[in-house]
């Protein structure tokens, strides 16, 4: 069964530490991507990576940071975590132009305090 | 990409009833897809369709596609409470990142 896993499912974090969310997937897909998800304003794109090493700023950048060193690997950075940073976070890969649709991990639900 | 907009933001039905979501978009796409989330967990792939194709089945799902008006409805029949959800739909252009809506929650009371 091909999946995205999502290395925490739930977190707890201070302010101002540095925080790594991972997300692995074993499809072979090129595409990576990593959303946040909150009431009343839905799924938003942080960061999406087409490649190794190639990385794209989505909608809401400010504060994070990615790296995809390996194709099966995409890992989000919170340089300094921040109470509004609070949120569900989201990990999804597909094939080039989504043929296939997303996969979706299965999230990761980060508390900072 | 572009964002879909889901219509209704809320849905609630019986048991045994059809449910229908609708979506609306700008400009045009590749294909549109469907997806559901069960609360707190990811989001699932529902179903996909091209923008050549007018209507898709899967199971108890039927999608279709109007190109013409920039729309298509998800339809779920026999409505189960395992179905109780949210609904995003994404409508794709070339290579570029999903964009999604608010959605629809669906709740089908038992």
């Known amino acids: ?113 | 990409s572009q964002q879909g907009e889901e219509d209704p933001q809320a849905l609630s039905i019986q048991e045994g009833e059809n449910a229908t979501m609708n979506c609306s978009y700008k400009t045009s796409i590749n294909n549109l897809q469907w997806y559901r989330q069960n609360s707190g967990r990811g989001l699932v792939h529902l179903i996909l369709i091209r923008s050549n194709e007018r209507e898709k089945h899967s199971g108890r799902l039927r999608v279709t596609l109007d190109t013409s008006k920039k729309s298509s409805s998800l339809l779920i029949t026999a409505s189960r409470a395992a179905d109780t959800a949210s609904y995003f739909c994404a409508a794709i252009s070339g290579n570029t990142p999903l964009v999604f809506g608010k959605g629809t929650r669906l709740s089908v009371i038992a």
């Open chain 1, 1 to 113: 069964d091909v999946k995205v896993t999502q290395s925490s499912r739930y977190l707890v974090k201070r302010t101002g530490e540095k925080v790594f969310l991972e997300c692995v997937q074993d499809m072979d897909h090129e595409n990576m991507f990593w959303y946040r998800q909150d009431p009343g304003l839905g799924l938003r794109l942080i960061y999406f990576s087409y490649d190794v090493k190639m990385k794209e700023k989505g909608d809401i950048p400010e504060g994070y940071s990615v790296s995809r060193e390996k194709k099966e690997r995409f890992s989000l950075i919170l340089e300094s975590a921040s109470t509004n940073q609070t949120s569900m976070y989201l990990c999804a890969s597909s094939s080039f132009q989504a043929s296939y649709g997303y996969t979706f991990g299965s999230g990761t639900r980060l508390t900072v305090v």
